[in-house]
């Protein structure tokens, strides 16, 4: 059983930039979640998808943005970089929403310049 | 909103020594609520759960129990070991896809032999 995985594992952009985060979530789980994990703090959700839709968002702003596809891996689209948005993504599957495990991938490293 | 709140690190222990990490949490409803630990170089894994007050959640010889007149899910060990140095997590979801999980600022352990 293949576990989640991201791409690519590290990332360098320039401020004003756009980058597009990739994740391939477990056999058999169809629901996505992305977080962010700041250097020193714990991981914070920016938005979750089930079956190709987005079912459920947590604070952050509208140029984060996300797809699910038909085989359920998914992306993070992240528009106009600014500085603060140097993390660590995370991508975490699970089968079904609720209370189901989320399964972590390793996270792809981004720094923005 | 939601929120985490456990101890800062790092925690620095000898090898056989009891362990206890402290976390509060402030939630409406009824959340579930985990511990979650990333070893080096590895991404986050459930360590383990607990979905209703009372509840004692436990594995790999570790344990945390559901209070919620203190609103607290502390985790403890009686013995640990150099191979539970980590970074431990607790966290919370009310269990919608709108939530996610909110976690706490983790917390580092250091066990020496």
């Known amino acids: 059983e293949t576990g989640v995985t991201q791409s690519p594992t590290h990332l360098i952009k320039t401020r004003g930039q756009q980058v597009t985060l990739r994740c391939s979530s477990q056999?058999?789980?169809?629901?996505v979640s992305w977080y962010q994990q700041a250097l020193g703090q714990g991981p914070q959700f920016i938005f979750q998808?089930?079956?190709?839709?987005?079912?459920g968002r947590g604070n952050f702003p509208p140029r984060f943005s996300g797809l699910q596809f038909p085989n359920y891996s998914s992306e993070l689209n992240v528009n106009a970089l600014e500085l603060d948005d140097s993390a660590l993504y995370l991508c975490?599957?699970?089968?079904?929403?609720?209370?189901?495990?989320?399964?972590f991938g390793p996270g792809t490293r981004l720094t923005v310049l | 909103g939601d929120s985490v709140t456990q101890m800062e690190g790092p925690v620095t222990l000898s090898e056989e020594a009891f362990l206890t990490i402290n976390c509060t949490y402030t939630?409406?409803?009824?959340?579930?609520l985990f511990w979650y630990v990333q070893y080096p170089g590895e991404g986050l894994q459930l360590l383990l759960k607990?979905?209703?007050?009372?509840d004692k959640g436990s594995n790999k010889g570790f344990e945390a129990t559901y209070r919620k007149e203190t609103t607290s899910f502390h985790l403890e060990k009686g013995s640990v070991q150099v191979s539970d140095s980590a970074v431990y997590f607790c966290?919370?979801?009310?269990?919608?896809?709108?939530?996610?999980?909110?976690f706490g600022k983790g917390t580092h352990l250091i066990i020496q032999p």
């Open positions: 975490a599957s699970s089968f079904e929403p609720g209370l189901n495990e989320q399964f």
């Open positions: 056999s058999g789980h169809n629901t």
């Open positions: 998808y089930y079956r190709e839709e987005e079912n």
């Open positions: 939630a409406t409803g009824y959340p579930s």
């Open positions: 607990a979905t209703k007050a009372d």
């Open positions: 966290a919370l979801t009310r269990g919608g896809g709108a939530d996610g999980l909110t």
